[in-house]
C-alpha cells in the first residue's frame, strides 16, 4: 500500500528541516522524526499522529482519529487521522502542533554509528610463466 505524496509533502511544508526533522519510509508510508524519534506521518490517505499517552484521550474524542493499530496490536499515544479532519490547512497544522509538542518532550536519540565497510578481500596474483 502506497501513501498520499500531496499529504506528505503538506506535511513537509509544516516540519522546518533546520529544526532537527528527517524523514523515513516506514510503516508502509512515510514518517519524519524529530532528532530521531518519529514524530508524524503519512499512511494511505491518513496522517500518523504520534501525541503521547497523556495527550492520547483529548485526541481520540477528536472527529475521525482512530487509534493506530497496523499489527493487531493498538500503540497507545499513536493515532491515525482521517483525510477529513486534515483536509483543511488549519486542521493540518493543529495535527501537526500536537505531534511536534510532543516530539519535543522526548529526548533525541543518538545518531546511529555508521555501517563498516567490509574489507576487500586480497586477489591471489598469478605469476606469469616465462618461456626459457
Known amino acids: ?19 532537527g526533522f528527517t524523514r523515513q519510509d516506514m510503516y508502509g508510508g512515510i514518517v519524519f522524526l524529530l532528532h530521531g524519534n518519529i514524530c508524524c506521518g503519512v499512511h494511505g490517505k491518513e496522517l500518523i499522529a504520534r501525541v503521547g499517552e497523556a495527550g492520547d484521550r483529548a485526541a481520540m474524542r477528536q472527529e475521525h482519529a482512530r487509534r493506530f493499530n497496523l499489527t493487531g496490536r493498538a500503540k497507545k499515544g499513536w493515532l491515525l487521522v482521517g483525510p477529513e479532519a486534515t483536509e483543511s490547512a488549519g486542521g493540518l497544522y493543529a495535527w501537526i502542533g500536537r505531534c511536534v509538542a510532543f516530539a519535543h518532550t522526548l529526548p533525541p536519540k543518538p545518531l546511529p554509528k555508521p555501517k563498516k565497510r567490509p574489507k576487500p578481500q586480497k586477489q591471489a596474483t598469478r605469476r606469469r610463466r616465462t618461456s626459457a
Do not use: E, H, N
Open 1 to 19: 500500500m502506497g501513501y498520499s505524496r500531496k499529504l506528505a509533502k503538506r506535511v513537509r511544508g509544516l516540519l522546518t528541516p533546520a529544526a
